[in-house]
């Protein structure tokens, strides 16, 4: 996948996040930077913040699919702790800034610092990143049986 914007970054790790946690599209949309250690290879699942099923909460360790999943994981961690200066509060896969454009239309304008209100733009990437390259299409949940 390409990853030369912040929104193509966002949408490569996001892929990459839900093969290497198998975490489920609604608990990804409400995790935040301070419920991922990428140095220990886990993700807290603190129901009191993340949408969880059944708001259970749980620490998962990271799947072992390879160093270049989880490259693409720290890297995009690392890009909103040193480079963007975002705090452990920050969504971990922000929404998409949404501003009027040159021709006076609402356009992509980057990373919103807030959340995704619902899964639905996580499901819209993976359609989008399936598409792109002639595969059918695989929900994230799927990604969970792998």
Known sequence: MPGTT???????ALIAF????GARDGAIASFKLKHIDVDEGRID???RHVQTK??????TAFFPVG????AVVVDWVNYLQRDKLWG?????FPATKVAVGAGLRFEAAGL????????GSIRAIFK???????LPYFNPHSFRKT
Do not use: Y
């Open 88 to 92: 452990l509060d920050d969504p971990l």
């Open 54 to 59: 059944f708001s259970k909460s749980f620490v």
């Open 18 to 21: 839900t093969i290497l946690t």
């Open 128 to 134: 989008d990143a399936f598409a792109s390259v002639g």
């Open 67 to 70: 160093d270049d999943i989880r």
């Open 6 to 12: 912040d929104i193509e970054r966002r949408d490569r």
């Open 45 to 47: 699942k603190d129901a």
């Open 112 to 119: 919103d610092r807030k959340h995704w209100s619902n899964a």
